[in-house]
């Protein structure tokens, strides 16, 4: 019933945006970046920021309790490439609620946050069999279930110099690149988790974590998280870990992944944030497809299995710089832009760096203030050590979309992808040759 709720949800989105169109009507690892677009008190249907209304949001958040309730959809279709042009619809819905202690229980600087994400849908890739290595619609993935992504306690002290958190958390909710406003994997989300998904993570999965924010200087902050990294949170069978709070069973590969970060947000009309940090796993798993190591090939396949441990732990650094442009007119009218580098090390990893690069602009005509449009390129590099017909090629994704903000509560980004070399060098999994793949589609968001 969830599900269908879903869809139903989103193609009657889909029907009051093309209204609005007409009718002049004026969107988080995990959708939604942008600010509501208007106060709450404003409850004209169009351009209200919830689909049913504040429903007493306000007065709740006032007394220290805010939720919400957002539904996600993207709907691509392959136009050319991999063997099949077909189309996949994926997407997810998720309630979020924060309480603010101090309101409630008189402990200031105190914060308990809930987050439940429910996802549901195919993967192009597989369905069109575009080798990709990033996935051509990104919300899919870890599972067509009910997911208990945050669920943690967090302190500040010392005037909000200190912060303590610790809980169920998504490494990517405290380290990393957070926007996600591209359909295509390569610029959305954790990148260290799109290239090492097989111990870090991303956003919905979960893991129990301690992290410690601390303020060096009004504009520099230091981070330091130790999160358990057993691969069980990763089971869709388990409803005790992945919905309730639970410890998965112990794994001879879990260890301790730690991640390092030095955060610069430069303050001022042209505002940033500039991550710069590293991580260390313990407990090392060489990929499959690297030399001593027989698996299964991402890409490729056709090979047995062999799990061989590797104790030396893996690592990788990375950077991440996201920067207001210009000030174009009031609010947020203006370019921003990111660009993301993750290097893993060349003895772990099968896909061994990630690059990338984009640009947005808020306000793209001067009477459509919230409307954007959003471009970008990136690349992909397989280690050329792995045995692969794909190794040392790079997969080079280009996306570009226009995001129209068709009420106060639905945003449409309608998106086209060429994706050159998917795999790296094009190989499926049949070690066949495939053209490079254009991929068409739209992303639905509603705020209920």
């Given at each position: 019933?969830?599900?269908?709720?879903?869809?139903t949800a989103?193609?009657?989105?889909?029907?009051?945006?093309?209204s609005?169109?007409?009718?002049g009507g004026?969107y988080?690892?995990?959708?939604?970046?942008?600010?509501?677009?208007?106060?709450?008190?404003?409850?004209?249907f169009?351009?209200?920021?919830?689909?049913?209304g504040?429903?007493?949001?306000?007065?709740?958040?006032?007394?220290?309790i805010?939720?919400?309730l957002t539904?996600?959809n993207?709907s691509?279709?392959?136009v050319?490439?991999?063997?099949?042009?077909?189309?996949?619809n994926?997407?997810?819905l998720?309630f979020?609620?924060?309480?603010?202690?101090?309101?409630?229980?008189?402990i200031?600087?105190?914060?308990?946050g809930l987050t439940?994400?429910?996802r549901f849908?195919?993967?192009?890739?597989?369905?069109?069999?575009?080798?990709?290595?990033?996935l051509t619609?990104?919300?899919?993935g870890?599972?067509?279930?009910l997911?208990?992504?945050?669920?943690?306690y967090?302190?500040?002290?010392?005037?909000?110099?200190?912060?303590?958190?610790?809980?169920r958390?998504?490494?990517?909710?405290?380290?990393?690149?957070g926007?996600?406003?591209f359909?295509?994997?390569?610029?959305?989300?954790?990148?260290?988790?799109n290239?090492?998904?097989?111990?870090?993570?991303?956003?919905?999965?979960?893991?129990?974590?301690?992290?410690?924010?601390?303020?060096?200087?009004?504009?520099?902050?230091?981070?330091?998280?130790v999160?358990?990294?057993?691969?069980?949170?990763?089971?869709?069978?388990?409803?005790?870990?992945?919905?309730l709070?639970?410890?998965?069973?112990?794994?001879?590969?879990?260890?301790?992944?730690?991640?390092?970060?030095l955060?610069?947000?430069?303050?001022g009309?042209?505002?940033?944030t500039?991550?710069l940090?590293?991580?260390?796993?313990?407990?090392?798993?060489?990929d499959?497809?690297?030399?001593?190591?027989?698996?299964?090939?991402?890409?490729?396949?056709?090979?047995?299995?062999?799990?061989?441990?590797?104790?030396?732990?893996?690592?990788g650094?990375y950077?991440?710089?996201?920067?207001?442009?210009?000030?174009?007119?009031?609010?947020?009218v203006?370019?921003?832009t990111?660009?993301?580098?993750t290097?893993?090390?060349?003895?772990?990893s099968?896909?061994?760096?990630?690059?990338?690069?984009?640009?947005?602009h808020?306000?793209?005509?001067?009477?459509r203030?919230?409307?954007?449009?959003?471009?970008?390129?990136?690349?992909?590099?397989?280690?050329t050590?792995a045995?692969?017909?794909?190794?040392?090629?790079?997969?080079?994704p280009?996306?570009?979309w226009?995001?129209?903000?068709?009420?106060?509560?639905l945003?449409?980004?309608?998106?086209a992808?060429?994706v050159?070399?998917p795999?790296?060098?094009?190989?499926?999994?049949?070690?066949v040759?495939?053209d490079?793949?254009?991929?068409?589609g739209?992303?639905?968001?509603?705020?209920?």
């Amino acid at each position: 019933m969830l599900r269908r709720f879903m869809n139903t949800a989103g193609v009657c989105g889909v029907g009051i945006a093309f209204s609005s169109l007409f009718c002049g009507g004026v969107y988080a690892a995990d959708f939604s970046t942008k600010a509501a677009p208007v106060p709450y008190a404003a409850d004209d249907f169009w351009t209200r920021p919830y689909l049913f209304g504040d429903l007493g949001r306000t007065r709740l958040k006032e007394q220290g309790i805010d939720i919400g309730l957002t539904l996600g959809n993207e709907s691509v279709g392959n136009v050319s490439g991999g063997s099949r042009n077909t189309a996949a619809n994926a997407g997810q819905l998720w309630f979020g609620a924060k309480l603010d202690m101090g309101k409630l229980a008189g402990i200031p600087g105190g914060t308990v946050g809930l987050t439940l994400v429910d996802r549901f849908g195919k993967n192009l890739n597989t369905e069109a069999d575009i080798p990709a290595l990033q996935l051509t619609n990104e919300v899919f993935g870890r599972g067509n279930i009910l997911r208990l992504t945050q669920l943690y306690y967090s302190q500040k002290l010392f005037d909000d110099r200190l912060e303590l958190k610790g809980g169920r958390l998504p490494v990517g909710s405290d380290f990393f690149f957070g926007l996600c406003e591209f359909i295509n994997l390569t610029f959305c989300g954790g990148q260290p988790g799109n290239i090492q998904g097989g111990y870090i993570y991303n956003w919905p999965v979960s893991q129990w974590a301690g992290v410690v924010h601390y303020k060096i200087a009004p504009e520099f902050t230091v981070s330091v998280g130790v999160y358990d990294a057993n691969p069980g949170y990763l089971t869709t069978s388990d409803p005790g870990v992945y919905f309730l709070p639970g410890i998965p069973a112990s794994n001879p590969a879990s260890g301790v992944m730690v991640p390092v970060e030095l955060v610069w947000t430069p303050k001022g009309p042209l505002t940033g944030t500039w991550r710069l940090g590293g991580w260390y796993d313990s407990a090392s798993s060489i990929d499959g497809g690297l030399p001593g190591v027989i698996g299964t090939i991402p890409g490729v396949g056709g090979v047995p299995d062999q799990n061989i441990s590797d104790q030396r732990g893996r690592y990788g650094v990375y950077e991440s710089i996201l920067q207001r442009l210009t000030v174009d007119g009031p609010g947020a009218v203006g370019w921003y832009t990111f660009l993301n580098t993750t290097v893993a090390d060349h003895r772990t990893s099968y896909q061994d760096y990630q690059i990338a690069l984009g640009f947005r602009h808020t306000g793209t005509f001067s009477w459509r203030a919230q409307d954007e449009v959003g471009f970008a390129v990136g690349t992909t590099h397989v280690n050329t050590a792995a045995l692969s017909p794909n190794a040392g090629g790079n997969e080079v994704p280009l996306e570009v979309w226009y995001g129209w903000q068709a009420t106060g509560w639905l945003n449409l980004k309608f998106d086209a992808q060429y994706v050159i070399n998917p795999g790296g060098r094009g190989y499926n999994a049949a070690g066949v040759k495939t053209d490079n793949a254009v991929v068409l589609g739209m992303r639905t968001e509603v705020h209920f």
